[in-house]
């Protein structure tokens, strides 16, 4: 996936579920902060310093084949009652009143209607136009975490699609895709926690240290799993 954001004047969407929750497998709110002012004053930025690096590589070189992978699962689900094309993505997508771009991993656009099966709650929805589509590659786990949601979230958010999904390539090589809904109280959620952010970094304002006694941010998705 290309990076269109610019870390000096806008948070990039795979950045902004560290900000909501206050901590991710890979960062942490002030880390994201940090970079932020880093950027500012023309301080590059270690990559291995805020993520794993190795994680980084692993998606980088598996991305553009689970996108064909998705794709082709996909076009099985509508049987020919629908064509699944894949657009090009060739910008970043912004939210210019919070600062927010979204560099999407692909766009599908569904000429037709296909009802996709969340593979967890067995739930269908049906999918028509276009989407987000965001690729997760781990060996931890099949389905996408609530850092995996929060970030398409943002990425519907700032393109005004309506669904999106999440292709998870997880353990034993097994390939889950999970579509959501844009969800209207996560937005809200999404604004407040990046609106302070700008302010912490504006006024030079830490984030509380979360080893000292600070607690991560919870969310409750459970309204965002696909229901028959």
């Known amino acids: 996936m290309a990076k269109f954001s610019d870390d000096r004047f806008e948070i990039g969407a795979s950045s902004v ?4 929750l206050g901590q991710t497998k890979f960062t942490t709110n002030e880390r994201v902060r940090q970079r932020t002012i880093h950027a500012r004053k023309g301080i590059p930025t270690i990559e291995s310093d805020f993520g794993s690096k190795e994680a980084l590589r692993r998606g980088n070189f598996l991305e553009p084949a689970v996108i064909e992978w998705a794709k ?6 509508a049987d020919g009652q629908a064509d699944i094309r894949l657009c090009k993505v060739d910008q970043g997508f912004r939210l210019d009143d919070y600062k927010i771009c979204a560099s999407l ?9 296909i009802m996709v099966q969340d593979p967890r709650s067995r739930g269908h929805m049906e999918l028509t136009g276009f989407g987000a589509l965001e690729i997760k590659t781990t060996n931890e786990d099949n389905y996408p975490s609530h850092e995996h949601v929060i970030q398409l ?11 999106g999904i999440i292709a998870v ?3 034993g090589y097994k390939l889950t895709l999970t579509p959501y809904k844009a969800d209207e109280e996560l937005f809200s959620i999404i604004k407040d926690k990046v609106k ?6 504006e006024k030079d304002e830490p984030y509380p240290p979360l080893d000292n006694g600070e607690k ?3 969310i409750n998705l459970d309204h965002l799993k696909t229901k028959n």
């Open 105 to 113: 991993d692909a766009i599908l656009q569904i000429d037709g209607s």
């Open 196 to 201: 302070e952010f700008w302010e912490k970094v």
């Open 169 to 171: 390539l997880g353990k």
């Open 72 to 77: 082709s699962d996909l076009e099985i689900m």
């Open 216 to 218: 991560p941010y919870t």
């Open 17 to 20: 579920p560290a900000v909501v």
């Open 153 to 163: 979230q943002t990425q519907l958010m700032c393109t005004d699609f309506k669904w």
